[in-house]
T-cell receptor, first 114, second 113 residues
Framework: NAGVTQTPKFQVLKTGQSMTLQCAQD?????MSWYRQDPGMGLRLIHY???????DQGEVPNGYNVSRSTTEDFPLRLLSAAPSQTSVYFCASTQRRGELYGYTFGSGTRLTVV | AQSVTQPDIHITVSEGASLELRCNYSYGATPYLFWYVQSPGQGLQLLLK??????LVQGIKGFEAEFKRSQSSFNLRKPSVHWSDAAEYFC???????????FGTGTQLKVEL
């Protein structure tokens, strides 16, 4: 089925470890974003991309890196995991004029940093 | 700066009762507004959206929302709630400069049988 695929679904990391959260979409969407969801805080934007080769910071970018080498993929890298990065991470994508269509979300990655 | 406020953190309604979830936004230009629903352990599903025209918009699962510019509100309603509607609901406004969504903090809906 077409959509946004995130892997892994669950992950436990030790403080200081690094890892990459994968996100892929097969809808040829130009815009992709990463959000983190924390209780009582809704979803906050980490990084976003308006097309291959173009990325920018969102509201809470510290401790995360992204790249966009293809239209389909938008991985999120944690360079040195910290307990404060324990969260649920969502990847989302939309097409041009996304304000008319809204974003399509992946099913999320639940990350625990111990 | 744009923002979205959902003043109710938790709401409990009885099955069959009507529902209204509140959402207020702050955005300088014409807002593009969305409601998403998140079932436990799941991603976010789009319920409905507003970007122009009729201020009462219909969505999936029997939900509707009314845009009121004078009150900067976009409240979500359902005439008769089903037990399967228990979930968390998020209001969001679409902002330019990268097509970003700014979310409210969410309202957790509990349905009593």
């Amino acid at each position: 089925n077409a959509g946004v695929t995130q892997t892994p679904k669950f992950q436990v990391l030790k403080t200081g470890q690094s890892m990459t959260l994968q996100c892929a979409q097969d809808m040829n969407h130009e815009y992709m974003s990463w959000y983190r969801q924390d209780p009582g805080m809704g979803l906050r934007l980490i990084h976003y991309s308006v097309g291959a080769g173009i990325t920018d910071q969102g509201e809470v970018p510290n401790g995360y890196n992204v790249s966009r080498s293809t239209t389909e993929d938008f991985p999120l890298r944690l360079l040195s995991a910290a307990p404060s990065q324990t969260s649920v991470y969502f990847c989302a994508s939309t097409q041009r004029r996304g304000e008319l269509y809204g974003y399509t979300f992946g099913s999320g990655t639940r990350l625990t940093v111990v | 700066a744009q923002s979205v406020t959902q003043p109710d953190i938790h709401i409990t309604v009885s099955e069959g009762a009507s529902l209204e979830l509140r959402c207020n936004y702050s955005y300088g230009a014409t807002p593009y507004l969305f409601w998403y629903v998140q079932s436990p352990g799941q991603g976010l599903q789009l319920l409905l959206k507003y970007f122009s025209g009729d201020t009462l918009v219909q969505g999936i699962k029997g939900f509707e929302a009314e845009f009121k510019r004078s009150q900067s509100s976009f409240n979500l309603r359902k005439p008769s709630v089903h037990w399967s509607d228990a979930a968390e609901y998020f209001c969001a406004v679409f902002t330019g400069g990268g097509n970003k969504l700014t979310f409210g903090t969410g309202t957790q809906l509990k349905v009593e049988l």
